[in-house]
């Protein structure tokens, strides 16, 4: 007989085959489709998200929600997930969410032109409209709450903008201080050269294949911004190639290989359910960083990077493996978010926060954002802003209607800081195996703790339970003052 | 006012959005997709074809249908384009829509592994089961009329088994009788070598931008069979490289750009409309087979293609381009019908039309399928049959249940007849341009007398339109004699 447990769970099942339909729109959009496809691929995306919205609002989910039981702590949590995500979506009429896809898809090309000319003027008229229509959209879903923590939800469930900003008041002091430390002290050498594509290529596969990617679920492709896309037995990375930055090339892919090993990681008893995927996006980004900094930055790992490259491109210009090791961990305050260091990233972030959070509070106009932007950078980076491609138009995320997106990259620091903590605890002598090249305990004990569960848990619990205590921002700034001061 | 025509207009404007969806997902897996992700496809495709069909079939459409006033032929044509897809998927139940899809996803795989191990009797059970169901489904369409004509609706709107067993039996004498003097003459030298790659290939996109290929709506990927997919600005075709014989590449590039030519050349104003794409696979097929025979195996061109081949590798075995002709043009009565020449290939296509005739028919049973192709193949070509991937394994087409499939490959040369004798005649110095490489001026006649209007017309009545004359076979059998009898 079929439960109502069942019917639902069926029907979430063919909603989840939708969205990764969706999912690989995307990842063909930004790798392989051909340039003049944009407006075609519009229209479909379009038609499959009014499928999908019709879905997820469907007037008999109340009914099946109200007589499932749950069998077991997953179903339940499956359960939990689709009334959230039901609940969330049938907030919104139509005819904004229709309104606000049209917008931002027209914004995020406004933007694109507008860092180009470097002209704020040309963008702002589209960011008021993205913004009032979030506000709008916020207004919806909160039912009197904060229009700011209401779109957290999207991308971090539990979180709230008061708690954020109270975590962010406890991690500056501690980042500023360590911050002035370095950049009073001398500045290591970078690595300089031309590093081929190729043998970038190459050593990128070998760095995703260390740190477990599978590549008989998923692939390697070459776009302008790295990316992830895609769950369970099908996730795909990007990465990209600046033959006098190799670095570049070679953490975003290990970056992207902490996302995908995070999906491909998933139970496959989970599959296409509701929470058979990552839980949010700071637990996402906590397994990137993780990848990436805890252990791709690690002194034992670029040791270990240190004689991988010099077998693919022969002798550096840096000619031991601690002078390697301070060039990859080099602190420099500079414009661009994506390009920070460990500790500037925060201070990024943090800005961002403070005035998105304005906006959608109304206590900040956008006519008044540059200037905002440009005197907190100032103050924060010590640095004056040189050109708006340098300072607001910087990111994508505000022309795509992404507010409350920002603060999982911090939290997904703090999280690794947690993460990291707990996994060397448990694992006294990784750094031994690391050093070797050889992931495969940390990789394994992230798995066994964390990913292999998808969303099973909230994403504190998700921490909680991997770390065996409560996260908080304290084990990351210890981690960084450890690593830097060392330097 | 949005009249009833706006709106099922509409429709299937998302309809067809969501159709160009399922395409990309076929892309994809037979390009792309990592080995491990097919199970979760499968899931993918299962769920998007339930959309489809429910739109196909929503209950409002016949409304809508008689409500509308179609107001220009387009109009006219996009509604009875919609209404003739709508009483197809209406006659089929659900659950043998599903099961079809259903055995014949696993019948493929099972042909695969029968195929590469010679085993015939692994892959009959499967067969038996997809002739079943097709034959169940032909029922179910046919409403008492013949089920194999029943079928080749899907493919040839306004075939029928009988007008195709006719213009076989007046094909035949001719194109045997033009086989026996050919095989009674010398055979010419084949080209032999080794040719890499990368020349190859480079080769083979400047063969795809002579033919007119829009590489801004397009892109070539690499795949054991070439395929093109897709419609309006993003039509996507692949190629295979066998680095001893060059002529697979180039001739199969050739052969999708002629269908590409077709999808990318509709008029943009009918994209996404139900008839904004080929109108039938044997058009489809006349387009491929045009470029790839009349023109890209004429002397005229493979004058300025020797030359083009000396030029990336270097000297070749055959010093002269009637040399290089005549192994362009090689007829030889092999087993394969992807690799076959112009003459031998409708043979290959006669037989199986006569075999899965009987079969949809219930005159033949599967059981004895393997010794009625064995037998047929004998008496047509000449030789036994050696083993059964050479024989009745191999094409993938029943084991997918494309019954009625088979005759639209020999449509499509018979087209290409009549298309060839109407150009020439339109263009007479045609062959001044196309020996210099020049093939505007024939693609774009091609462009302007059918591709552009997509499936505006019947099948044969876009070729009408575009030659000036019904179709028949006369035209294809005279430049085949004139052809060959020259060689």
Redesign the interface.
């Known amino acids: 007989m079929t439960t109502a447990f069942d019917t639902v769970i069926a029907h979430a099942?063919?909603?989840a085959?939708?969205e990764?339909?969706m999912t690989?729109?995307g990842w063909?959009q930004r790798t392989?489709?051909?340039?003049?496809?944009s407006?075609?691929?519009a229209?479909?995306l379009?038609?499959?998200e009014?499928?999908l919205h019709a879905r997820r609002t469907d007037p008999r989910l109340a009914d099946w929600l109200d007589a499932a039981k749950a069998p077991t702590p997953e179903g339940a949590a499956m359960l939990r997930e689709i009334a959230r995500t039901r609940d969330r979506h049938a907030r919104v009429p139509d005819t904004l969410a229709a309104e606000l896809a049209r917008v931002t898809s027209t914004a995020q090309d406004i933007w694109a032109d507008a860092r180009r000319h470097d002209n704020v003027a040309a963008f702002l008229p589209a960011l008021e409209q993205v913004v009032a229509l979030r506000r709008e959209e916020a207004a919806a879903i909160a039912d009197g709450g904060d229009p700011y923590d209401a779109l957290m939800q999207d991308y971090e469930p539990g979180a709230s903008g008061a708690d954020t900003a109270a975590m962010f008041d406890r991690m500056r002091p501690r980042l500023v201080a360590l911050r002035e430390a370095i950049l009073g002290a001398p500045t290591p050498e970078p690595l300089r050269g031309d590093f081929a594509q190729d043998g970038q290529l190459r050593l990128a596969r070998k760095l995703a294949e260390a740190f477990g990617y599978?590549?008989?679920?998923?692939?390697i492709d070459l776009t302008v911004h790295p990316f992830c896309a895609g769950h369970?037995?099908?996730v795909?990375i990007t990465t990209r190639v600046v033959e006098t930055q190799p670095f570049n090339c070679l953490y975003s892919t290990i970056h992207e290989v902490g996302h995908a090993a995070y999906e491909q990681g998933v139970d496959p008893e989970l599959?296409?359910s509701p929470i058979g995927r990552g839980v949010s996006m700071g637990v996402h980004e906590s397994q990137s960083r993780i990848y990436e900094n805890q252990l791709g930055r690690s002194r034992a790992f670029t040791g270990w990077l240190f004689d991988a490259m010099r077998a693919e491109f022969g002798p550096l210009n840096l000619d031991d493996a601690d002078a390697f090791h301070a060039a990859v961990n080099r602190v420099t305050p500079g414009y661009i978010r994506t390009e920070a260091d460990e500790i500037h990233y925060n201070l990024h972030i943090m800005m961002r926060f403070d005035l998105e959070r304005d906006l959608l509070q109304g206590k900040l106009d956008v006519t008044d954002l540059e200037e905002a932007w440009n005197t907190r950078f100032q103050a924060d980076f010590g640095v004056a802003v040189d050109r708006p491609a340098n300072g607001v138009l910087q990111d994508v995320h505000w022309s795509a209607g992404l507010f409350g997106y920002f603060p999982t990259y911090s939290l997904g620091n703090v999280y690794a800081g947690c993460l990291n903590r707990a996994m060397r605890a448990d694992l006294p002598n990784l750094d031994t195996r690391v050093a070797q090249g050889d992931l495969r305990a940390a990789t394994g004990w992230l798995h066994d703790r964390l990913q292999r569960f998808g969303a099973l848990r909230d994403p504190r619990d998700t921490i909680k339970a991997a770390c065996g205590f409560a996260p908080t921002e304290a084990p990351l700034l210890d981690y960084l003052e450890t690593k830097f001061r060392a330097l």
């Not at 392989?32 to 496809?37: I, K, N, Q, S």
């Not at 599978?214 to 692939?219: H, L």
């Open positions: 099942r063919e909603t085959a939708l990764a339909v690989r729109l063909d392989v489709m051909p340039h003049r496809g407006a075609q691929r229209e479909e379009a038609a499959l009014k499928v599978d590549f008989t679920a998923g692939r369970g037995a099908d795909r599959a296409l």
